[in-house]
């Protein structure tokens, strides 16, 4: 009797044994690269975790889910699926490069870089054979549907799923930015990336969108083929060494379909100098470059060429295990027949180096033994010994006047008009001199001399910008129109916008509708910088002053602006309302936007200053007129409108530095749109994943953001939709462009899947207003239409690949 307990205590010390470390697991102290491996399927889709690592106590000590033998992972696409059902498109893609070593009816290992492998069982539809050679994402078969079969044997239970498994170890390792995390204590497997921790069987979504990987590659050398591949979130860069001012031809071949490659050339400290789709051409000096190969669309793989150059270290080009075997002749650096001792003179294709004239390849002066003219000590009669001067067109040479002496334009003998300072026989093409003809002042119109600006007694159509019948619309001239004083707005045509009568592009800061600044009437004024650079942002106020000291109840501000010179974005309101107002925004859209502000539990606006601020990203070079219209209300029931605003800001022209003349020192754009029937957010994460940047798209998806060059991911959000991200790579004084996506309505809750709570939350809150979130289409009330959209997208999950 006393050992009726004995089997239980094996048991127990069986288990407290199991939670010790062993050698295999934890000899595993190095782990992959972060950015190497994606998870196991389609990248862009969302798939749940079933099942992680063991200690033991759910499975035999052997099997491989035990966290002693490198563990495993069960994943599948619809937590919903079962037996039978229609797994055709549940896509499982290689988690990274490599080769195919393990091939059967169902499951795959693949060898990758270092030493790793990857295993994929419960496999139909297999893609790939033994020795195959496959890319990042590559599909390679779908989830079974073990209809009738157990489809693997070892395969524990008969639910359609992914068992995966990484050799040496699982564990620790990070697959598409989810880390890996056991604890062998409690048996617990979880996913980690960012601020969310994701546990097995909790049937949340996890997401496939890797961080950008940039694979370095063997440095390239000339007339070699190397094969690479690429993904949406792959590249690839090649060093290149160049040992002279060199030309030189770099190709990308897709040899996968759809794949579009384009080739970055870029210097020593990865800053882009020049691109082109497939292939670029470039003279560079000596020194050391990058050829960065990215992906315009589509994955796959490709071989690159390089032609001319010098190219990378010629002693191990086969260390490339890109690099076909069978073609290893094909290192120029092994000059077969030994042609005139130098390598890079290849005899039979002398015109390959596009620096040497087919017809003079004697122009080599290392090479002085059949041709001695060409010896640039020997200068007798040939001015071409310098070895730059094509032998045939000795006169282009300027420091040589032989036969040629009108070529040196420091020579005015029979030609003196092209001195451009000596204005003997054209006086009129020096501006400076307006002895006699004053009226080249372009500034001057010529039948009336008179309208000297310096002269202003009288000459009020001096202002450019006053049409020469109405004279008397000039503010400065307030004798004969009384009426024009603008703080009578009754009978003040000069409150059109349009008519800037005040000059305003001599002070670009200064509004121009604004002289009731000087007074103590209520009105509306713009701050503004006044310039911005085509590409940069500037911040623009709204205030409102001379605020009565009953305050104000509400205002509303419509606002017109050039959409072609200038983009409206980021619009936020002070607190001039009160905390909390209840605010509408309206646009911006189409060269107009609507703020409106009103104060919530009896708050109003009772003193003067800012109301809300926005930002304004120069588009391109001009003068863009921001113009106001502001309405407010003292809680009578009415709109009292105020004095129409204007400020007019100088794109282009002004800001230091300038992105139009320096491009590599101006500021990257990123622009794009995102459609829903709700406001998108769109916000720009940094290689750390910390947040970069933030704006609102306009009404109708379009958006522009600015950020310091760099690698980022950008998302794009919307209540009550799944959410969309991808890579965005911004480079100095480029535009770059995001296609245009529909974010999927209908993720209620925000758990980043569309399902029956999203549907009950409409159900509970039907004919309401509340929560917002519910009121999918945006027409201010939960109904049936809501639950349409919900409809159309039911079961969709996680984010969408944003290209």
Same mark, same amino acid.
């Given at each position: 009797?006393?050992?009726?307990?004995?089997?239980?205590?094996?048991?127990?010390?069986?288990?407290?044994?199991?939670?010790?470390?062993?050698?295999?697991?934890?000899?595993?102290?190095?782990?992959?690269?972060?950015?190497?491996?994606?998870?196991?399927?389609?990248?862009?889709?969302?798939?749940?975790?079933?099942? *992680?690592?063991?200690? =033991?106590?759910?499975?035999?000590?052997?099997?491989?889910?035990?966290?002693?033998?490198?563990?495993?992972?069960?994943?599948?696409?619809?937590?919903?699926?079962?037996?039978?059902?229609?797994?055709?498109?549940?896509?499982?893609?290689?988690?990274?490069?490599?080769?195919?070593?393990?091939?059967?009816?169902?499951?795959?290992?693949?060898?990758?870089?270092? #030493?790793?492998?990857?295993?994929?069982?419960?496999?139909?539809?297999?893609?790939?054979?033994?020795?195959?050679?496959?890319?990042? !994402?590559?599909?390679?078969?779908?989830?079974?549907?073990?209809?009738?079969?157990?489809?693997?044997?070892?395969?524990?239970?008969?639910?359609?799923?992914?068992?995966?498994?990484?050799?040496?170890?699982?564990?620790?390792?990070?697959?598409?930015?989810?880390?890996?995390?056991?604890?062998?204590?409690?048996?617990?497997?979880?996913? &980690?990336?960012?601020?969310?921790?994701?546990?097995?069987? &909790?049937?949340?979504?996890?997401?496939?969108?890797?961080?950008?990987?940039?694979?370095?590659?063997?440095?390239?050398?000339?007339? %070699?083929?190397?094969?690479?591949?690429?993904?949406?979130?792959?590249?690839?860069?090649?060093?290149?060494?160049? +040992?002279?001012?060199?030309?030189?031809?770099?190709?990308?071949?897709? $040899?996968?379909?759809?794949?579009?490659?384009?080739?970055?050339?870029?210097?020593?400290?990865?800053?882009?100098?020049?691109?082109?789709?497939?292939?670029?051409?470039?003279?560079?000096?000596? =020194?050391?470059?990058?050829?960065?190969?990215?992906?315009?669309?589509?994955? *796959?793989?490709?071989?690159?060429?390089?032609?001319?150059?010098?190219?990378?270290?010629?002693?191990?080009?086969?260390?490339?295990?890109?690099?076909?075997?069978?073609?290893? %002749?094909?290192?120029?650096?092994?000059?077969?027949?030994?042609?005139?001792?130098?390598?890079?003179?290849?005899?039979?294709?002398?015109?390959?180096?596009?620096?040497?004239?087919?017809?003079?390849?004697?122009?080599?002066?290392?090479?002085?033994?059949?041709?001695?003219?060409?010896?640039?000590?020997?200068?007798? /009669?040939?001015?071409?010994?310098?070895?730059?001067?094509?032998?045939?067109?000795?006169? $282009?040479?300027?420091?040589?006047?032989?036969?040629?002496?009108?070529?040196?334009?420091?020579?005015?003998?029979?030609?003196?008009? $092209?001195?451009?300072?000596?204005?003997?026989?054209?006086?009129?093409?020096?501006?400076?001199?307006?002895?006699?003809?004053?009226?080249?002042?372009?500034?001057?119109?010529?039948?009336?001399?008179?309208?000297? @600006?310096?002269? @202003?007694?009288?000459?009020?159509?001096?202002?450019?910008?006053?049409?020469?019948?109405?004279?008397?619309?000039?503010?400065?001239?307030?004798? @004969?129109?009384?009426?024009?004083?603008?703080?009578?707005?009754?009978?003040?045509?000069?409150?059109?916008?349009?008519?800037?009568?005040?000059?305003?592009?001599?002070? /670009?800061?200064?509004?121009?509708?604004?002289?009731?600044?000087?007074?103590?009437?209520?009105?509306?004024?713009?701050?503004?910088?006044?310039?911005?650079?085509?590409?940069?942002?500037?911040?623009? +106020?709204?205030?409102?002053?001379?605020? /009565?000291?009953?305050?104000?109840?509400?205002?509303?501000?419509?606002?017109?602006? /050039?959409?072609?010179?200038?983009?409206?974005?980021?619009?936020?309101?002070?607190?001039?309302?009160?905390?909390?107002?209840?605010?509408?925004?309206? #646009?911006?859209?189409?060269?107009?936007?609507?703020?409106?502000?009103?104060?919530?539990?009896?708050?109003?606006?009772?003193?003067?200053?800012?109301?809300?601020?926005?930002?304004?990203?120069?588009?391109?070079?001009?003068?863009?007129?921001?113009?106001?219209?502001?309405?407010?209300?003292?809680?009578?029931?009415?709109?009292?409108?105020?004095?129409?605003?204007?400020?007019?800001? %100088?794109?282009?022209?002004?800001?230091?530095?300038?992105? %139009?003349?320096?491009? #590599?020192?101006?500021?990257?754009?990123? &622009? *794009?749109?995102?459609?829903?029937?709700?406001?998108?957010?769109?916000?720009?994460?940094?290689?750390?994943?910390?947040?970069?940047?933030?704006?609102?798209?306009?009404?109708?998806?379009?958006?522009?953001?600015?950020?310091?060059?760099?690698?980022?991911?950008?998302?794009?959000?919307?209540?009550?939709?799944?959410?969309?991200?991808?890579?965005?790579?911004?480079?100095?004084?480029?535009?770059?462009?995001?296609?245009?996506?529909?974010?999927?309505?209908?993720?209620?809750?925000?758990?980043?899947?569309?399902?029956?709570?999203?549907?009950?939350?409409?159900?509970?809150?039907?004919?309401?207003?509340?929560?917002?979130?519910?009121?999918? !289409?945006?027409? #201010?009330?939960?109904?049936?239409?809501?639950?349409?959209?919900?409809?159309?997208?039911?079961?969709?999950?996680?984010?969408?690949?944003?290209?």
């Amino acid at each position: 009797m006393k050992y009726k307990n004995l089997p239980r205590i094996i048991s127990l010390l069986a288990l407290l044994l199991s939670f010790l470390p062993t050698s295999n697991a934890d000899a595993q102290s190095e782990v992959p690269p972060a950015d190497m491996f994606q998870l196991p399927w389609q990248q862009g889709e969302a798939w749940v975790a079933l099942d *992680g690592l063991d200690n =033991g106590t759910k499975r035999p000590l052997n099997d491989s889910h035990n966290y002693a033998n490198g563990g495993a992972l069960d994943f599948t696409a619809d937590q919903y699926v079962s037996v039978g059902d229609d797994t055709s498109n549940f896509w499982v893609t290689a988690t990274a490069a490599g080769t195919v070593i393990v091939a059967s009816s169902c499951h795959l290992n693949i060898l990758h870089e270092n #030493g790793w492998i990857s295993e994929y069982r419960n496999l139909g539809n297999i893609q790939v054979s033994l020795g195959d050679a496959v890319y990042r !994402n590559q599909r390679l078969g779908i989830v079974h549907n073990n209809d009738g079969v157990q489809v693997c044997p070892g395969n524990k239970f008969p639910y359609p799923h992914l068992h995966f498994s990484l050799r040496p170890t699982v564990e620790n390792v990070t697959f598409s930015g989810w880390l890996v995390n056991y604890s062998s204590t409690t048996n617990i497997t979880t996913f &980690s990336k960012n601020d969310q921790t994701i546990q097995t069987w &909790s049937f949340q979504p996890i997401l496939n969108v890797p961080d950008l990987q940039i694979a370095l590659r063997d440095p390239i050398i000339p007339d %070699t083929v190397y094969t690479g591949s690429l993904d949406a979130y792959r590249y690839e860069r090649w060093p290149l060494t160049l +040992t002279g001012n060199q030309e030189f031809t770099v190709t990308a071949t897709a $040899t996968t379909s759809g794949l579009i490659p384009i080739v970055v050339l870029l210097d020593a400290s990865g800053n882009e100098i020049t691109r082109g789709t497939g292939s670029l051409t470039s003279t560079q000096p000596a =020194g050391e470059y990058f050829v960065q190969i990215q992906p315009d669309s589509g994955q *796959g793989f490709y071989d690159i060429l390089l032609q001319g150059g010098t190219g990378g270290p010629t002693p191990t080009p086969t260390t490339d295990p890109s690099v076909p075997t069978s073609t290893p %002749t094909t290192d120029p650096s092994v000059p077969t027949p030994t042609p005139t001792t130098d390598p890079s003179l290849p005899t039979p294709t002398p015109t390959t180096d596009p620096s040497v004239p087919t017809s003079t390849p004697t122009t080599d002066p290392s090479i002085p033994t059949s041709t001695p003219t060409t010896d640039p000590s020997v200068p007798t /009669p040939t001015p071409t010994t310098d070895p730059s001067i094509p032998t045939s067109t000795p006169t $282009t040479d300027p420091s040589v006047p032989t036969s040629t002496p009108t070529t040196d334009p420091s020579v005015p003998t029979s030609t003196p008009t $092209t001195d451009p300072s000596i204005p003997t026989s054209t006086p009129t093409t020096d501006p400076s001199i307006p002895t006699s003809t004053p009226t080249t002042d372009p500034s001057v119109p010529t039948p009336t001399p008179t309208t000297d @600006p310096s002269i @202003p007694t009288s000459t009020p159509t001096t202002d450019p910008s006053v049409p020469t019948s109405t004279p008397t619309t000039d503010p400065s001239v307030p004798t @004969p129109t009384p009426t024009t004083d603008p703080s009578t707005p009754t009978s003040t045509p000069t409150t059109d916008p349009s008519i800037p009568t005040s000059t305003p592009t001599t002070n /670009p800061s200064i509004p121009t509708a604004t002289p009731t600044t000087d007074s103590d009437e209520p009105s509306t004024t713009i701050d503004t910088p006044g310039s911005v650079g085509v590409g940069e942002t500037i911040l623009v +106020t709204i205030n409102l002053n001379n605020v /009565p000291p009953s305050g104000y109840t509400s205002a509303e501000f419509t606002c017109t602006y /050039p959409p072609a010179l200038v983009a409206i974005s980021n619009i936020l309101v002070t607190d001039l309302f009160g905390t909390d107002p209840a605010v509408a925004v309206l #646009g911006p859209q189409s060269g107009n936007f609507i703020v409106a502000i009103a104060g919530s539990n009896g708050q109003r606006a009772t003193t003067s200053g800012a109301v809300f601020s926005f930002n304004v990203t120069g588009l391109q070079a001009g003068q863009a007129s921001i113009t106001c219209v502001t309405r407010v209300s003292t809680g009578a029931g009415a709109l009292i409108e105020l004095d129409t605003v204007t400020a007019v800001i %100088t794109v282009g022209g002004t800001p230091a530095p300038s992105p %139009t003349t320096d491009p #590599g020192t101006a500021s990257p754009i990123l &622009s *794009g749109q995102v459609l829903a029937t709700k406001p998108v957010t769109i916000s720009l994460y940094d290689a750390g994943n910390a947040l970069t940047t933030s704006v609102i798209a306009n009404t109708d998806g379009t958006f522009g953001l600015t950020a310091p060059v760099g690698i980022y991911t950008v998302v794009a959000t919307a209540s009550g939709f799944l959410s969309a991200q991808g890579p965005a790579i911004l480079t100095a004084g480029t535009t770059t462009t995001k296609g245009t996506i529909s974010l999927l309505a209908g993720d209620i809750d925000g758990n980043n899947v569309i399902d029956q709570y999203d549907a009950m939350t409409i159900g509970m809150n039907y004919n309401t207003v509340s929560p917002d979130a519910a009121d999918l !289409n945006a027409d #201010g009330i939960i109904n049936v239409l809501d639950l349409e959209d919900l409809a159309a997208n039911y079961r969709a999950s996680g984010a969408l690949y944003w290209d």
